[in-house]
């Protein structure tokens, strides 16, 4: 069991989405206006279909607040679907098409439903909202430590971004306003067009993006067991969101082919490190580098242009029937995983220092701070 808690709950066409973390220290400023930014983010993004035209993504806090600061007990967190006014008194006819890529074939099998939809319905990256929602208490505790996340999309389908090197304020800045969350001008205007012609040859499209977290300690995560290792919960908490076939954290798959001399970080006096290829972990531990994690996405499954499936009532071959859906949802996917970043931090982060209030926290974050300072000098 973590320090934190969470669980999502709701389904795509149902009422809301749920989500709930236990572990969030009282005295933590929080506000349903601070989520608003997050999840806009999330369901902005060239390439969204006509759901996001319908969804306001808007959090309402049901408990764990009071008076804009936490006071110890779980947090709910509540999201209306507005789509579901839409479709709670509609007739809809059985599903029995997979679609290849998406959960329908595997989930009927294992739930023994016949209506593939009702595996689509949980299914729906729909879910992720309530991630994000619960993303943003993650952020709101590292970030009184000095602990700051961003994300950003690095290509969707074969067009790619080659961002100058910038500091996380100065890409917020640029992410927030590119269409694609992409850092580069020249890569959003790509990848708009990439966006662009997928649609037109009624294609969906993937992609890459990258979420750097700054400021975070060394000390996160252990290398004395596996389930306790950095590294592998930063991967296991990115490859959980929707469409994700890829994760990689530093240099990652590069290093691969690369000899050890030219791979490993120096250290260097003050325990300063010029290079950064390990991402911010060594031995499943951060080291106070910054923490660099980079996923790949596939395309959407849901495709305009129909390909080869089987109709399960018949067990005739078929193709899939196109339904609304987003061409590419590379950018939500990098706000998703930017909170499922933060919800890890946030993890380790009191799993190392504890605090059931947040000076407590404090109190034990700076005496460790106050240890290791003979060794280590913040930069
Ligand atoms: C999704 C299908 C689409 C997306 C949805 C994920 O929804 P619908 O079936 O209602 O058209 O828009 O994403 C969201 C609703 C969201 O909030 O991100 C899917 O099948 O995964």
């Not at 290079?275 to 060594?282: F, K, L, Q, S």
């Not at 987003?326 to 950018?331: E, G, Q, S």
């Amino acid at each position: 069991m973590g320090a934190l808690r969470y669980l999502t709950a709701g389904e795509s066409h149902g009422p809301c989405e749920v989500g709930i973390v236990d572990g969030v220290p009282a005295g933590l400023p929080l506000a349903e206006a601070d989520f608003a930014h997050d999840l806009a983010q999330r369901q902005a993004g060239y390439g969204r279909g006509a759901r996001m035209q319908i969804e306001r993504d808007q959090v309402q806090i049901l408990s764990g607040v009071v008076n804009g600061r936490t006071i110890g007990s779980p947090l709910a967190l509540r999201i209306d679907n507005r789509d579901w006014a839409n479709w709670r008194d509609r007739e809809v006819p059985p599903w029995s098409v997979p679609r290849p890529g998406h959960a329908d074939l595997a989930g009927s099998l294992k739930y023994a439903q016949t209506d593939l939809r009702l595996i689509a319905e949980r299914a729906s990256a729909r879910e992720t909202a309530a991630r994000v929602a619960l993303g943003v208490g993650a952020k709101r505790l590292l970030s009184q430590f000095g602990i700051e996340t961003a994300s950003h999309v690095l290509s969707i389908g074969g067009a790619f971004a080659n961002p100058p090197k910038l500091t996380l304020p100065q890409m917020r800045k640029r992410v927030d306003a590119s269409p694609v969350r992409c850092a580069d001008p020249q890569g959003d205007t790509a990848m708009r067009e990439a966006i662009d012609e997928a649609r037109t040859q009624g294609d969906s499209l993937g992609g890459t993006f990258e979420v750097i977290a700054e400021g975070v300690p060394p000390g996160l995560g252990s290398h004395v067991h596996w389930d306790r290792r950095l590294d592998g919960l930063l991967a296991q908490a990115m490859m959980s969101v929707p469409g994700i076939k890829g994760v990689e954290i530093g240099a990652g798959f590069v290093v691969a082919s690369q000899p050890g001399t030219q791979v490993h970080d120096e250290v260097l006096p003050g325990l300063t490190r010029p290079t950064n290829r390990a991402g911010g972990t060594e031995g499943g531990i951060s080291n106070g580098q910054p923490i660099v994690v980079r996923a790949a996405m596939k395309p959407i499954p849901t495709t305009i242009t129909p390909i080869r499936s089987v109709d399960m009532s018949t067990g005739a071959a078929t193709r899939t029937q196109y339904q609304r859906s987003d061409v590419c949802a590379v950018p939500a996917a990098s706000v998703v995983g930017e909170s499922m970043v933060a919800l890890v931090l946030a993890n380790a982060f009191l799993e190392k220092f504890g605090g059931d209030h947040i000076e407590e926290t404090r109190r034990n974050y700076e005496g460790y701070l106050a240890s290791i300072d003979k060794w280590w000098t913040k930069t």
